[in-house]
């Protein structure tokens, strides 16, 4: 029996993302925006949000001194961009090989990229900071953290932003897919505690990154919209071509992954309401404990 032939649907989703965050703002970033009360959550506003969101990272950045930096899973280059250009010295990691691509460009050649797993990475350098912006869900969480401190310098830090999944994520039994993701914050809460660390700094901004999922679930209604209609009009003008489409779908993607499609492309289930019901957001600086 032959076997099923896999569709990147991740790339696929990586390389629409920046099409749209492109569109929408005219920069590649894939982070969540930081969103004022008084601000409308609509598409106009998506770059400012991203940029409000970018300059409250930034703040927890050591002061006063040109940074050795780590920028682990750096998206696509834009905030290893914006650090090149205050003066220091960025290191990306980033597995993606079409993500690695837009970092080369968008960073440009004083940023170093290295194309593998933070998981497999090594070098001889040590670094300042080590940073993770909407990264740190993807990395195991028991190599991390510890990983990153072997790779400080001497009063090197790591920051994390972030988003972690909360207590109701994991009671809420339903089958369907649920916005947010992340490590379980308790499972991180019990890590920080047998680390040798220091928080210096926590803010918890899930109310502010909220209305961000509101603009994401926008694009793909409207791309549910474009597949809706072309699957009308195919149905009625081809319908034996159509039936053969669907038929090969079927065998490509599975029927979980299919209602899963469905309910992002046609639903509206990524509210902000239920991101702040499912996930918390967390902004950290930590510093490694001194030794006696």
Request: hydrophobic letters at 40%; proline letters at 3%; aromatic letters at 8%.
């Amino acid at each position: 029996m032959a076997r099923k032939t896999k569709i990147d649907t991740r790339a696929i989703g990586l390389d629409v993302g920046l099409a749209f965050s492109r569109f929408l703002t005219g920069k590649e970033n894939l982070h969540y925006g930081l969103w004022q009360s008084d601000w409308e959550v609509c598409g106009a506003n998506a770059g400012r949000a991203q940029e409000a969101y970018t300059e409250k990272l930034f703040r927890l950045l050591p002061e006063g001194r040109s940074l050795t930096i780590l920028d682990i899973g750096g998206g696509a280059g834009e905030t290893a961009k914006k650090l090149v250009a205050m003066g220091h010295s960025v290191d990306i990691v980033i597995p993606s090989a079409f993500l690695a691509e837009r970092c080369r460009e968008n960073a440009g050649p004083k940023a170093r990229v290295h194309e593998c797993r933070f998981e497999d990475f090594t070098t001889d350098r040590r670094f300042d900071l080590c940073l993770f912006s909407e990264s740190y869900q993807y990395i195991p969480l028991d190599i991390a953290l510890a990983k990153c401190l072997g790779l400080l310098a001497d009063d090197g830090v790591v920051v994390i932003a972030d988003c972690f999944r909360s207590d109701a994520y994991y009671a809420d039994q339903e089958d369907v897919a649920k916005v947010g993701g992340g490590h379980a914050l308790k499972d991180f809460r019990a890590l920080l505690a047998k680390m040798p660390v220091v928080v210096e700094a926590e803010e918890d901004i899930t109310d502010a990154v909220a209305p961000s999922v509101e603009i994401e679930q926008e694009m793909f209604n409207v791309i549910g919209y474009a597949f809706r209609r072309s699957d009308e009009a195919l149905s009625e003008a081809r319908p034996v071509l159509y039936g053969t489409i669907r038929r090969i779908i079927g065998l490509l993607l599975g029927r979980r992954r299919r209602e899963r499609l469905e309910q992002r492309l046609h639903q509206r289930t990524r509210t902000a309401e239920a991101f702040r019901h499912y996930n918390t957001y967390l902004m950290l600086r930590l510093r490694p404990q001194e030794t006696a």
